[in-house]
Nanobody, 122 residues
Framework: QVQLVESGGGLVQAGGSLRLSCAASGRAINKYIMGWFRQAPGKEREFVAAISFGGGSQYYADSVKGRFTISRDNAKNTVYLQMSSLRPEDTAVYYC???????????????WGQGTQVTVSS
């Protein structure tokens, strides 16, 4: 079992940037695909980005492509989400998770963290 703890959320103005971190414990994350999802109030949890075991491949939702960058440091057992050009519609709780597949399918992910709130003001 992997325990995940997200951090780095906060309040930022539109156009600003934030970097989220997801620190893992319990198992080495190099055995997992790592993904970021988000959930806004009243909406379903949606895929944001995922990264392959070694970091060589990334997969992004169309809504964040070109603005967000996912990366990982397996030596630190940590995954990151660099978010730039933030928009009010990016406001949500952001979660990291593990998978065996580099896919956007929520059902393929498990070991969820508690989430970190990102609020983008207009």
């Amino acid at each position: 079992q992997v325990q995940l703890v997200e951090s780095g959320g906060g309040l930022v103005q539109a156009g600003g940037s934030l970097r989220l971190s997801c620190a893992a414990s319990g198992r080495a994350i190099n055995k997992y695909i790592m993904g970021w999802f988000r959930q806004a109030p009243g909406k379903e949890r949606e895929f944001v980005a995922a990264i392959s075991f070694g970091g060589g491949s990334q997969y992004y939702a169309d809504s964040v492509k070109g603005r967000f960058t996912i990366s990982r440091d397996n030596a630190k057992n940590t995954v990151y989400l660099q978010m730039s050009s933030l928009r009010p519609e990016d406001t949500a709780v952001y979660y990291c998770s593990t998978s065996r597949l580099l896919v956007p399918d929520y059902a393929r992910y498990d070991n969820w963290g508690q989430g970190t709130q990102v609020t983008v003001s207009s």
